[in-house]
Nanobody
Framework: QVELAESGGGSVQTGGSLKLSCVTS????????MGWFRQAPGKEREGVAC??????????QYSDAVKGRFTVSRDRDMNTLYLEMNDVKPEDTGTYYC?????????????????WGRGTQVTVSS
């Protein structure tokens, strides 16, 4: 059974930092594409960052809204996905979800993933 569990959310002031974690189980971690999404109240879920592995090459993608401020990474030994958030802004507020899907190729920033965590709340105050 595939499971994803996010943690690390909380309240932070504008300009601060947070690091989210997503512990995974139930699948071969190296064989999946992983992503972070967020959803603010009244808005659609949007892709934030994703990561894919091709042999020894790791590729990442970021939305324009977070490029240069957020970093996605993974710890294959611990089956954990991370999202390091720096210089956060009030518009970064939302529930953050990690997601996974099998297969190769570039990781998508659209929500076409098969497996989802329950989310962790991030609130950025001005």
């Amino acid at each position: 059974q595939v499971e994803l569990a996010e943690s690390g959310g909380g309240s932070v002031q504008t300009g601060g930092s947070l690091k989210l974690s997503c512990v995974t189980s139930g699948f071969t971690f190296s064989a999946v594409l992983m992503g972070w999404f967020r959803q603010a109240p009244g808005k659609e879920r949007e892709g934030v960052a994703c990561i894919s592995q091709h042999g020894w090459t790791t590729e990442t993608q970021y939305s324009d809204a977070v490029k240069g401020r957020f970093t996605v990474s993974r710890d294959r030994d611990m089956n954990t996905l991370y999202l390091e958030m720096n210089d956060v802004k009030p518009e970064d507020t939302g529930t953050y979800y990690c997601a996974a899907r099998g297969g190769g190729g570039a990781c998508p920033l659209t929500p076409i993933y098969n497996y989802w965590g329950r989310g962790t709340q991030v609130t950025v105050s001005s």
